[in-house]
């Protein structure tokens, strides 16, 4: 019988959400759209014509989903803010009813005794500032800093731990390259330049950062690590280019200076190349990285753009809702190649969870209460946090774990058709019911790693 893991001190148990996926009335109070309420409201778009205008309703049910973070025992949360709350045109005007919800939100945080962690941008970016090119604007990075610096200046200090961007990968590959999230552009040539502007922007807002905050700042990746098909030449080349593509794409500038070369023989003529000074604006001092951790691929040469790389489906693999691998081996992997190849910066997981079938409503049990039993989602997260302790115990710096996602909520262009929740949502009276893997959850946090 092993040992019970021992989790460090002070090592941070939390959970995620992202607020165009719970929070609802997009317009309330003088916010701006998003281009997901845009993107939400142009048909065919959504799976059933799904859209955020209501989600999980957390807009006007806050303070009770604070109370049952508390209930659960969350030490730390980590939720994002709409940037067109806070500037409905994207820059100048600030709206303080959308500063007022987040600054009532960290605050209630804080009183039940739970640590915020804010991200600045989780994909929903103003409407307005699409208008003028978005992401394939380079005067973004400004924007971006101009709405980071009204944030610090309301939250720093009750706000300690701040994340610039949410993957910037997805927002490229789903909203630039493949078309699959908004804006919903399909292009090879705008895909590189958004990407770009994404790193500058993050390495604006922690400049930016440094002249005005006082505690810690860092950005968020989804990576996975990428497992050759077979021993062919050509997977083993399939593997560096998809492991260049998601998982150094993004970390290599922010953390090194440079992209990896594969990019340029990814895109080809659509891969510029990019000034000094933007190098030096990306390569911003961070205080840690987050992962976002949910599956490997096992991959090899394939027809397919622009990586020419698929994805072998593992005939005894195990696999999610959303279709991913159950791999968490593939979490400690990766972990082990982020500090070879980056050093001891510490690391947060700061997603990490699946998608299984869950009912539309809670179940009621023998004693009257609701109860929703999910024993696939606690076997994927007992493992996962086991995979994460032996990374610590191989010398990973790993700071904290927040499992996606607190609510059953809005999974983008696929609606409210997967539930990653801890935590129950039943759209139709949006009652919130504790799953299995939240009462299991607290047990983990109550014994600091020890039960699990
Ligand atoms: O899909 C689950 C979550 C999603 O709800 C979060 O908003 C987002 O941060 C998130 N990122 C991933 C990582 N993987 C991914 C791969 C392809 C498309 C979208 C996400 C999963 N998730």
């Not at 941008?121 to 990075?141: Q, S, T, V």
């Not at 910066?345 to 179940?363: K, Q, S, W």
Request: a negative charge; hydrophobic letters at 40%; one cysteine or more.
């Amino acid at each position: 019988m092993s040992p019970a893991p021992v989790f460090p001190e002070g090592f941070l148990w939390g959970a995620a959400t992202a607020a165009h996926q719970i929070e609802g009335s997009p317009l309330a109070d003088g916010a701006g759209p998003s281009i997901w309420t845009r993107f939400a409201h142009t048909p065919g778009m959504m799976l059933n014509g799904d859209t955020g205008d209501v989600a999980c309703d957390h807009y006007h049910r806050w303070k009770d989903d604070v109370k049952l973070m508390r209930e659960l025992g969350l030490k730390a949360y980590r939720f994002s803010v709409s940037w067109s709350r806070i500037l409905p045109e994207g820059t100048g005007r600030v709206n303080q009813a959308g500063l007022d919800f987040y600054s009532n939100l960290v605050d209630e945080l804080l009183a039940n005794g739970i640590e915020p962690l804010l991200t600045l941008y989780h994909w929903d970016l103003p409407a307005a500032l699409d208008d003028r090119g978005g992401w394939l604007n380079p005067d973004i990075a400004d924007w971006f800093a101009e709405y980071a610096r009204v944030l610090y200046r309301a939250l720093d200090g009750r706000v300690k731990k701040w994340v610039t961007l949410n993957e910037p990968w997805v927002v490229t590959d789903g909203g630039y390259l493949h078309g699959a999230l908004a804006p919903g552009h399909r292009s090879k040539f705008e895909a590189p330049i958004a990407s770009h502007n994404l790193m500058r922007a993050h390495g604006a807002a922690v400049k930016a950062y440094r002249e005005i905050g006082q505690h810690e700042i860092g950005l968020v990746v989804n990576i996975e690590p990428k497992y050759p098909a077979s021993d062919s030449a050509q997977d083993a080349a399939a593997v560096r280019r998809a492991h260049a593509y998601m998982n150094e794409q993004y970390l290599h500038p922010a953390l090194l200076g440079h992209y990896p070369p594969e990019l340029k023989e990814i895109f080809g003529e659509a891969w510029p190349e990019w000034p000094a000074e933007d190098y030096d604006l990306i390569q911003q001092k961070l205080d840690f990285v987050g992962i976002n951790y949910y599956t490997r691929s096992v991959t090899k040469a394939a027809e397919s753009y622009p990586l020419n790389t698929g994805v072998v489906r593992q005939p005894l693999g195990t696999y999610t809702e959303t279709g991913w691998e159950v791999f968490p081996q593939g979490l400690t992997d990766l972990l082990l190649w982020f500090k070879q190849t980056y050093g001891d910066l510490p690391v947060y997981i700061t997603e990490n969870g699946a998608a299984f079938f869950d009912p539309p409503t809670a179940d009621v049990d023998e004693t009257g209460q609701r109860r929703v039993r999910d024993p696939l989602r606690i076997d994927y997260l007992r493992k996962h946090l086991g995979a994460i302790h032996d990374a610590i115990q191989a010398g990973v710096d790993i700071r904290g774990y927040m499992l996606w996602s607190f609510l059953d909520n809005l999974e983008w262009s696929l609606g409210y058709s997967k539930r990653f929740g801890m935590v129950h949502v039943n759209y139709g009276t949006q009652e919130r019911t504790p799953k299995d893997s939240a009462r299991w959850y607290s047990q983990v946090i109550q014994s600091h790693g020890r039960k699990l």
